[in-house]
């Protein structure tokens, strides 16, 4: 399983664990991409980023290395820094665009499903025949 950024502020937002839904669907090994770090890390420090959103990122940055850094006995998340490729010059859309690329490319490579809220690359996964998990009435992950 891939997880995209936005799914990482989906425990701030919703307050739905996401490595327990996870879990519950058969997944016990998390895979986030470098890019995806990198992006939230961004994302956290935004200066104009305020209130739920700046919340949210935080949440989902400290939970994802308390998973990463503690053993939980649930579920394994690793960091790969595979096939980066991300443009350090990038503006923001295309920044995002180029770690979409690069979750497709994972996926395929990998045969790994994707966890994300983000609907146009949710169309790119399905088009290429991944299987996507999302957030499904704001309580609990669901496959698609």
């Known amino acids: 399983m891939i997880v995209d950024t936005n799914a990482l502020l989906i425990p701030g937002e919703f307050g739905v664990d996401i490595f327990e ?12 991409p470098e890019a995806v770090l990198s992006e939230l890390d961004r994302l956290r420090r935004r200066p104009n980023l305020k209130g739920k959103e700046k919340r949210a ?8 290395l308390k998973y990463v850094y503690e053993e939980q006995g649930r579920c394994m998340v690793t960091i790969n820094k595979e096939e980066e490729g991300e443009e350090e010059e990038s503006g923001g859309r295309e920044r995002e665009r180029d770690v979409d690329e690069l979750i497709i490319r994972m996926a395929l490579k990998l045969k790994a499903a994707v966890l994300t809220s983000d609907e146009p690359l949710r169309m790119k996964l399905s088009k290429a025949g991944i299987a996507t998990v999302y957030l499904r009435g704001k309580s609990r992950l669901e496959e698609k």
């Open 21 to 32: 839904e996870l879990e519950r669907l058969g997944y016990g090994h998390i895979i986030v």
């Open 57 to 64: 990122a935080n949440i989902g940055h400290s939970l994802l």
